[in-house]
């Protein structure tokens, strides 16, 4: 059996010629050749994903590696000697139904069209044609440990309702939150949003590698409005700029333009107000979520009084000065704090 790290990564806004974040490259690379010695799984992936954007100059989006984006690899073991990204590039096209993108030479490229559910495209396709991709164990440090046992207090105990996770980045905010909503309260039903939509990628990530969907959906905009929510244990993450917009419209007698309930663009977002949430995480709370419009759509999810509420920033002093939060009901870890933590392993 040899390793491989199947790489994925996207292209940026501004540039190429395929809309941004649609486009999605997917290959190989076999860890076990002598070009790779000594070099970690992520290194491989670089170094081989710049090889493939210096020498494939007839690619459909016409990129480089300035702008990937998006980047992420899975490591699998297989009895080939190369190959393994074309079984996956088949179950795209044949079981999938994603089409590969065309080079100027009118051949198939290592590039397809998935969009925003890339993600969930790429881990089904590991998972079927490779076996399960297993998550992998959640193993909090220190400073996680403590933001757990504060939110443990607050909860457990019937503190509050509400909660801030103020932390700087690098903190691993994303990964903690998962692990304790579905391993430690394993709650069933939890609603992320934000005005930030690309937080969506850690999300997803940490999904994929901490959480995994055996026990757990993770479900997007596009989930919602072709399947709708079900009783399964489910991660659902939405914008505010989708989910929060012309909700309360649906079969108002006092709408000037009226919708009907069957219009597939708005009866989801009726459909997120009315399902019972354990919590509703909005990240990056710093930005858009203080709209009206915005806390309109929240207080109608959290007026049962039940859901739990958790804001999640680095910026959180706009959230402090408005005394919304306070210790009891908050976990802040600045940058002085992040210092202090790591100051016997700084060199300066």
Known sequence: MK???IYYFQFDRNNGKEKAFNTTMVGEVNLSKKEYENLSPEEACWKRIKAELTYAKGRAAE???DHVVNFGYIEIDSDRDAGVDKVLHKYFKNELGIPALKSARGTDTEEFNMGENYLQYINDAVSKCFGKIEPVPFIP???QIRCINKMKEVFFNGISKRFLVGAVCRFGKTATLLHFFTKVLKMKHILVISAKCDVQKSWQDDYYKFVGNDEYDFLLKK?????????????????????????QNINEDDCEEQ?????????????????????VIIDECHFGSD??????FLNEILKNGQTLKVEVTATYYRKALRHEYDKNNAFIYDLQDERKDYENDLLF
């Open 141 to 143: 440090r220190d400073n």
């Open 223 to 247: 989930d919602l409005i072709e399947k709708g929510l079900s009783d399964r244990p489910s991660i659902v993450m939405v914008s505010f700029q989708s989910a929060a917009k012309d909700y």
């Open 3 to 5: 390793r491989f790290a």
């Open 259 to 279: 919708i009907a309930d069957t219009d597939e663009n708005v009866k989801w977002q009726q459909e997120i107000v009315k399902h019972h949430w354990d919590v």
């Open 291 to 296: 709209t009206k419009r915005s806390q309109d």
């Open 63 to 65: 990129q480089d590696i």
